[in-house]
């Protein structure tokens, strides 16, 4: 393999809500994306009012992060209203990009605030160095690519066209082209462009042939109902190649996902980047990387459309096959050294006997078992039950706060 | 008074259908070739798309050619060769939805005027307007639009402005081979021949063509549009072109079409009063005609949705 002198691509990672953007950069993010309250897909993931944003920025920029705003909507006529006021305080609270996939909000985007940042979105299904090389002429920085792009097509991206390339490199996605299904629309009237996806992608089917006879219900063959669902997406295996491509900047979906499923993630590639870049030739993917990423998975994974034309295989049928392990069961708040005791927000319940595992930022690790708690009053107690409860728990090795908790199902 | 007459426009599978389809009344034929367009109902070579363009433009008659897949690398190798043949052909126009088309056009020279078609992104008139100004010739409009929506976007753009009026629409585009990886998955043999639907669960009544193309996997709509009862309101809109989709249907049943909305077209534009007694009677020849399968209505056109 031959050394090059590449600069470390950024990750970039999901934000819901003003939390989930601390752990995101806490635990390694170098850009986050969020959504506003108005012109984004995630109508459920919180989103930031205007106020919000500028504490995520000014949380950004004290660990020199990035924050971006998907203004990712498919706009319909009554949807263009305020655009320009809504661009030009995003700007002027500090956001480094917007990203887009309808032009009209490129353009309201540009003329209200010329300095922001415009990225195409992946709901605009950039697949090919041409469409690439047209928004780099028409002077924007950067394209979130189609999922639908393998490695291979990105080298070639990069060679031929001067201009920087997001990447999903884990997460969930649409089976379509993202922006080219309506099925939530005519199924459940909710426009999946704006916002509204009733995931009927994901629904089950049945699926006939038409025959000399009337039809075959081809379904009734097998236990598995037709559907079209995917697996999700992990690069967590082949993070190197990506890089290699020349992908600026790998991203990571998720926005309506816990800030446990945002940690343990963005703690993995944060490792694997910095692993990688410290000594690419003898670079080795580590099997606990691995098992890190299944503990916070919630379906079966895959490398997408990545290296081969997924296949059934890359698809869910049936039950699902996997589902999360782990749950998180609380938060670290404090610590205190002279006692090893460590104040800690309940996110599930735990008790002693329980066998846990402390995670923090760069990879930090350890399991015990939990022997003492203490609630609120300083009374001993042996579950800790309550939602959001504080408890002190006696901690086998030190920890700190923005530290996670996790036990097995 | 300007001399404002809508196109009518259908698709085609082969030459027959384009003779057909155009004596029945047909003002524009819409043909493709399966590498660089989606859900064909044929697949037109070169010399095909020669013959039909010749025999067309000898009747007074158009010809669009789909090139509307979403592009790959690949697709880059042979696409401008392929374009600068259309043009050489004379064809009236393509049709595209893949953003990289303003970039090929340009850099090619090639001056065949653009059906900008981007399927579900085409839902508002400051994109178009924006696309407009890298030079489309017309644009077609997204299915997920209330009728009022398209006058909307009408009276604010400056170039024609298609829609589809009949037949099936698309609600579904994968990459994948979607069908195909079904039948590994239960272990059957796959028999690309075959037509086939998908149901929902539990919903008897739910009809949905579903099929693989060289581009991947598409999902049609449950219902068939049918707009012939407000073509009155269509036309005053002064609405440009108005698409038949001719996919899954026999000939008989897309030449009996195209001639009822000829009729009815002619009708309105004649003596809207006229229009008015014969409406409900176009509707019903079109239920006569129609497939048990396939129920009929409006699309999006007068439909609610959330957002």
């Known amino acids: 393999m031959t050394t090059r002198t590449r600069t470390k691509p950024e990750l970039l990672a999901p934000a819901g809500n003003l939390e989930k953007l601390k752990f995101a950069i806490h635990y390694g993010a170098d850009a986050v994306y969020i959504g506003g309250q108005q012109f ?12 919000e944003m500028r504490e995520g920025v000014a949380f950004a920029n004290k660990y020199n992060a990035k924050v971006y705003v998907a203004a990712n909507i498919i706009a319909h006529n009554e949807n263009l209203e305020g655009l320009h006021e809504f661009f030009k305080e995003l700007y002027e609270i500090g956001i480094s990009g917007v990203i887009v996939a309808d032009p009209a909000l490129i353009q309201a985007s540009r003329e209200a605030a010329p300095d922001l940042e415009v990225h195409i979105s992946t709901q605009a299904s950039v697949a090919n160095w041409k469409t690439a090389e047209f928004w780099k002429n028409e002077g924007l920085p ?20 001067d201009i920087e390339i997001e990447a999903f490199i884990h997460g969930a996605m649409c089976i379509s082209y993202s922006g080219r299904c309506v099925l939530s629309n005519h199924m459940s009237a909710r426009d999946a462009n704006r916002g509204g996806c009733a995931q009927s992608c994901r629904w089950k089917y049945d699926l006939f042939e038409d025959g000399t006879d009337g039809t075959v219900a081809v379904s009734d063959e097998s236990d598995e109902q037709y559907t079209m669902s995917s697996q999700d997406l992990s690069m967590v295996e082949h993070l190197p190649d990506l890089i290699e491509a020349g992908v600026d900047s790998l991203k990571i979906e998720g926005r309506m996902k816990s800030i446990h499923y945002v940690a ?24 606990e990387w691995i098992d890190e990423i299944w503990k916070a998975a919630q379906r079966s994974l895959t490398s997408g459309f990545y290296y081969d034309e997924p296949t059934e295989k890359d698809q869910l049928f049936g039950r699902p096959n996997r589902i999360p ?30 066998e846990v595992e402390f995670f923090g930022p760069n990879f ?14 300083d009374e001993p107690i042996e579950r800790a039950k309550h939602a959001m409860m504080i408890t002190k728990v006696k901690v086998d090795q030190p920890v700190e706060k923005f530290n996670m908790m996790r036990k097995g199902k | 008074m300007s001399s404002y007459k809508p196109e009518l426009q259908v698709s085609a599978r082969n030459l027959e259908e384009v003779k057909r389809l155009a004596q029945a009344g047909a003002d524009a034929i819409f043909v ?97 307007n924006f696309w407009a100004q890298r030079g489309l010739s017309r644009a077609t409009l997204s299915n997920e639009l209330s009728l009022d929506a398209v006058i909307k976007i009408k009276e604010n753009v400056h170039f024609p402005i298609e829609m589809q009026i009949h037949g099936m629409t698309n609600i579904f585009h994968s990459k994948r081979k979607l069908v195909r990886n079904y039948y590994a998955q239960i272990d059957e043999t796959y028999d690309r021949s075959k037509t086939r639907f998908i149901k929902e669960n539990r919903k008897p009544e739910t009809h949905y063509p579903i099929f693989e193309d060289l581009n991947g996997t598409h999902i049609m709509s449950n219902e068939d549009l049918a707009m012939i009862e407000y073509l009155d309101q269509i036309i005053d809109a002064k609405i440009d072109g108005l698409y038949i989709e001719g996919i899954l249907k026999t000939i008989d049943y897309n030449e009996k079409i195209v001639a009822l909305y000829r009729e009815a077209i002619d009708t309105y534009l004649a003596d809207p009063a006229a229009f008015e007694t014969k409406k409900t009677a176009f509707k019903q020849m079109i239920a006569d005609i129609q497939p048990d399968d396939r129920q009929l209505n409006t699309g999006f056109y007068f439909k609610e949705q959330i957002d």
């Open chain 2, 32 to 128: 493709g070739n399966q590498q660089f367009a989606n859900r064909q109902p044929g697949d037109f070579s070169l010399f095909e798309i020669k013959e039909a363009t010749e025999w067309l433009h000898s009747q007074g008659k158009k010809i669009y050619v789909m090139v509307n897949a979403i592009y790959h690398n690949e697709h880059l190798e042979s696409l401008p060769t392929y374009l600068k043949d259309l043009e050489q052909l004379k064809v009236d126009g393509i049709v595209a939805g893949d953003q990289s088309i303003y970039q090929i056009l340009r850099d090619i020279k090639c001056s065949l005027p653009l059906t900008w078609d981007p399927e579900t992104l085409s839902t508002n008139y400051q994109t178009l």
């Open chain 1, 264 to 287: 343990t993630v963005v703690n993995v590639y944060r490792k694997i980047i910095d692993t990688y870049f410290e000594d690419p030739e003898n670079y080795q993917i580590q099997q």
């Open chain 1, 40 to 51: 984004g897909l995630r109508s459920n993931a919180g989103n930031f009012s205007y106020d």
């Open chain 1, 364 to 377: 930090y690790h350890f399991k015990q078992t939990i022997t003492a708690i203490w609630d609120e009053n």
């Open chain 1, 142 to 161: 950067r394209v979130v690519l189609a999922r639908e792009v393998s490695v291979e097509e990105i080298r070639e991206m990069k060679e031929k066209v």
């Open chain 1, 325 to 354: 392990k782990y749950d998180f069961a609380g938060l670290v708040l404090d610590y205190d050294e002279e006692t090893q005791m460590a104040t800690i927000q309940q996110r599930n319940n735990f008790g002693i006997g329980d």
